[in-house]
């Protein structure tokens, strides 16, 4: 596996201006999503306020001594989605070779609901856990999480869903035991702009019209990587000098029967589309599925690239019928969420941002990427 990089990023705000086509639908729809999360997580942290005042000074004497006594809690946002099983499981795997016991390590579905999600959180830190490792359901609701953990004494590394600059900064101005680790999803936008710029105008342009008609499958709206693949992908065809037309732009939520229900729509409403852009392999894998349905043909007729690396989308990659991919390195990401863990518990401190490259994947390097996954 590669070798983590670790790096200070600074997260700027998303430049709307350089939204092309259709828009950008996670964007726009993440305030509402935000502020509804907002209130529910405001109830937990009153709830939690008392819990806090009789363990926090327990809670914070209890950071030294042998891995194995130390109880981990991970909370992650949705079991069900494919992505962060790959994650947890390896996160899980980890921490035991790390010298975590395996009775210590509680790891629970937030079932894609915030307020599910406190609960979870609130019951971690009545019961003492030594670290807490969360991938929130709405990263907007960072601050009130991260002041509930840091209320109760209790080191905190959010994984995959990056708060906003505002809060990371915080930590760093209160020199809170808090960081973040996951990639820059722009670069993996990047990524799948230029498998499609390095197949050429003339192979993409299947109309012969000068320009590249695409529709775009985003992930959860309440998230950066959606928002930042979205527009990094078009992106990097426009940097590349290409004209781009967005036919239609839709919200899959990361999941795959919903993506293939989108596309299906979208291929009937627009027979000209040359390219589908999927914010993940799920949604791609749901695209796949609607594109044969239609009579269409990868590689012939339609481009399709992804992002993650899931195994059966690597499958696709070698077969042809999927484009590319963009490799999201989950080994990379839970081990460094391990390491930032085991860093806090042993009183040391941990970069706020800890980053992790993302790897392009097209049928060149398909078989060697599935190779080191499985
Ligand atoms: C992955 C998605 C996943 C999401 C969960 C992203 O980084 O690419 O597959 O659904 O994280 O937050």
Redesign the pocket.
């Known amino acids: 596996m590669k070798k983590k990089v670790v790096s200070l990023l600074t997260v700027a705000a998303l430049s709307m201006s350089m939204l092309a086509g259709c828009g950008n639908k996670a964007a726009d729809t993440a305030k509402d999503a935000a502020e509804t999360a907002e209130s529910a997580v405001e109830e937990g942290a009153e709830a939690v306020a008392d819990a806090v005042e009789e363990t926090g000074t327990e809670v914070a004497n209890a950071v030294s001594g042998d891995l194995a006594d130390k109880k981990v809690g991970v909370c992650i946002?949705?079991f069900s989605?494919?992505?962060?099983t790959l994650f947890r499981n390896e996160l899980q795997n980890y921490l035991v070779a790390q010298g975590f016991n395996a009775d210590n390590i509680t790891i629970v579905d937030g079932a894609n609901d915030q307020a599910t999600q406190t609960n979870q959180i609130q019951n971690f830190i009545t019961s003492g856990v030594d670290v807490l490792i969360i991938?929130p359901v709405n990263s907007s609701s960072a601050a009130t999480i991260t002041d509930l953990v840091v209320g109760a004494n209790i080191p905190l590394v959010y994984i995959?869903?990056e708060p906003d600059a505002d809060e990371e900064q915080r930590w760093e101005d209160n020199g809170w035991n808090v960081c973040y680790v996951?990639?820059d999803?722009r670069q993996?936008g990047t990524y799948q702009g230029e498998i499609i710029v390095d197949l050429g105008l003339d192979t993409v342009d299947l109309n012969k019209d000068g320009k590249i008609q695409y529709i775009m499958i985003e992930?959860?709206p309440e998230?950066v990587?959606?928002q930042y693949?979205t527009e990094f992908s078009v992106k990097a065809l426009e940097d590349a000098g290409l004209e781009v037309e967005c036919l239609d732009d839709e919200v899959g939520n990361?999941d795959q029967a919903t993506a293939q229900q989108l596309v299906a729509n979208a291929l009937s409403a627009h027979p000209e589309t040359e390219v589908v852009f999927c914010?993940?392999?799920?949604?791609a894998l749901g695209a796949l599925q609607s594109i044969q349905a239609a009579n269409r043909t990868v590689g012939t007729d339609i481009y399709l690239v992804g992002?993650?690396a899931?195994s059966e989308a690597l499958e696709d990659v070698i077969a042809g019928t999927m484009t590319g991919t963009v490799f999201?390195d989950h080994f990379s990401q839970s081990h460094s969420a391990a390491d930032a863990a085991i860093n806090f518990l042993n009183g040391q401190t941990n970069d706020r941002y800890i980053g992790c490259d993302y790897v392009k994947v097209t049928a060149d390097n398909a078989q060697e990427i599935l190779d080191s996954v499985k």
């Open positions: 946002y949705q989605d494919n992505f962060m991938n995959n869903r996951g990639c999803a993996s992930g959860d998230n990587d959606a693949r990361w914010n993940n392999d799920a949604m992002v993650d899931l999201n």
